[in-house]
């Protein structure tokens, strides 16, 4: 005992060396069990929005094993701190994907690593679920046959908007002649639908304004400055962390109008407004699927089941329901929902799957109306069905405004043009193919 307790605990000086930090679910009871690894960030610039998604996705979990499991297979979940830094998540990727078993399914939680991460899955046979990050490209199944942009791109968020100002100004032919800024995190994440935007420039004659900013973005006052100068008609705002709420305070020094500026989906949770508040009122954000839900069954199942038995993950249960921590349900609920299709296709109730036969899963899920009602999803998700080809599923989003104090939808769903999309998705898979010599497949 004494002997196996001094490994544990040299194991664990050694990844702190190494900078990584492990936790995760106490070792389950004898049993079958899945292994589930998470990398996640709740240390560093960008923790405050890790945070909330990482509580989102462990909470799910636990919820899965306090109700006995997938068809009685329990989750072994763990977590791995990247601090969401490129690097560290490919370090995490490398030593979690063979424990306990092997990993069947992996979320890298960010463009960068996504990146870093493609071709090893490829090789590893370890599908990769990029819930609404990079690269959006991968929602052509036909080169990306690993990765799955599940519910939706960047690119449909980013079209979703485009179309939300252009309906504001009466029809996208008004839109001729005006001037939008993109004001954009300098990174892979930041400058991926600029493409996609310059088509739409392009299209309907609007001027594009392209303005980076150096991130973690803490320092914006050159481009606010630019922004005074050049007077906009709208913002679109890639910002990450720190990088949103800055911008938001900027704009109010500059007196630019809050209500015309757009954020992505990953600049519009409560952590990039509340310190703004008032001065944010009127920021509007797109959501492809999940926003902030507190009425939906599956948030309250989570706090009569978990929070009031005092085993939540968050340390405030207020958040649960808030649009990062229920980014994170739906990231569990996806990896989960493709275990349960591949154990039920491959006739293994109560076994566990391999990362071949997820794969499978994911090019053919096919969530329901009746499957979210009965998952508790209701209000969250629109139906979802993913083919060879189409490794999203999903090409709608919605507008959500921020009224001083939460996040209010003001928006119908809105679906992306197909055609735009895919247009700027499969120009950019066909260049990777001929980079990394893939033969496209033909997709039946």
């Known amino acids: 005992m004494h002997h196996t307790r001094i490994l544990t605990k040299l194991a664990g000086t050694l990844l702190a060396a190494a900078g990584i930090a492990l936790t995760g679910a106490p070792v389950l009871a004898q049993g079958v069990s899945q292994y589930m690894p998470l990398v996640t960030y709740r240390t560093g610039p960008y923790g405050p929005s890790g945070t909330p998604a990482a509580n989102g996705l462990d909470d799910y979990y636990k919820l899965i094993n306090a109700r006995g499991g997938i068809n009685g297979v329990k989750l072994d979940y763990e977590e791995c701190e990247t601090g969401y830094d490129t690097a560290k998540t490919v370090e995490c990727y490398e030593r979690m994907k063979t ?69 504001r100004e009466g029809g996208m032919d008004k839109l001729k002649g005006k001037k939008i800024a993109l004001v954009y995190h300098d990174s892979p994440y930041g400058k991926e639908t600029i493409p996609l935007i310059k088509v739409r420039a392009q299209k309907h004659g ?49 007196g630019f109008a809050r209500d015309r500026m757009y954020g992505s989906w990953w600049a519009g949770a409560e952590t990039d407004v509340k310190d703004v508040a008032d001065g944010a009122k009127g920021y509007n954000a797109v959501v492809l699927q999940s926003t902030a839900n507190r009425d939906a069954k599956v948030i309250k199942d989570i706090l009569s089941e978990l929070y009031a038995k005092g085993q939540g ?116 898979s066909a260049k990777y193919a001929a980079e990394h010599k893939i033969t496209p497949r033909t997709c039946q």
Request: hydrophobic content about 40%.
């Open 206 to 254: 609007f001027n594009l304004i392209e303005l980076p900013v150096t991130p973690p973005g803490l320092e914006q006052k050159a481009t606010w400055l630019q922004v005074r100068r050049d007077k906009p008609d709208y913002i679109i705002l890639r910002g990450y962390g720190v990088m949103t709420p800055t911008a938001l305070k900027e704009a109010q020094g500059v």
């Open 313 to 428: 993950t968050a340390s405030n249960k207020s958040e649960v329901g808030d649009v990062l921590y229920v980014r994170g349900l739906l990231a569990a609920l996806f990896s989960s929902e493709a275990i349960r299709t591949a154990q039920e296709h491959f006739n293994k109730k109560g076994q566990r799957v391999t990362g071949e036969e997820v794969r499978w899963a994911l090019e053919n899920l096919d969530i329901t109306q009746a499957r979210i009602d009965e998952l508790g999803f209701n209000g969250i998700l629109l139906p979802i069905k993913t083919s060879c080809a189409d490794h999203m599923g999903s090409y709608k989003a919605r507008i959500s405004t921020w009224d001083g104090k939460e996040w209010k939808l003001s928006s119908d769903w809105i679906e992306a043009d197909r055609g735009i999309v895919d247009g700027v998705d499969n120009e950019s």
């Open 99 to 167: 424990k306990n078993g092997g990993a069947v399914v992996f979320q890298p939680w960010s463009t960068g690593a996504t990146f870093a991460i493609t071709e090893k899955a490829d090789t590893d046979k370890i599908p990769l679920l990029i819930l609404g990050y990079g690269r959006g490209d991968s929602a052509n199944g036909k080169v990306f046959n690993w990765v799955f942009p599940v519910g939706g791109n960047y690119e449909v968020g980013d079209d979703v908007i485009l179309q939300a100002i252009g309906k």
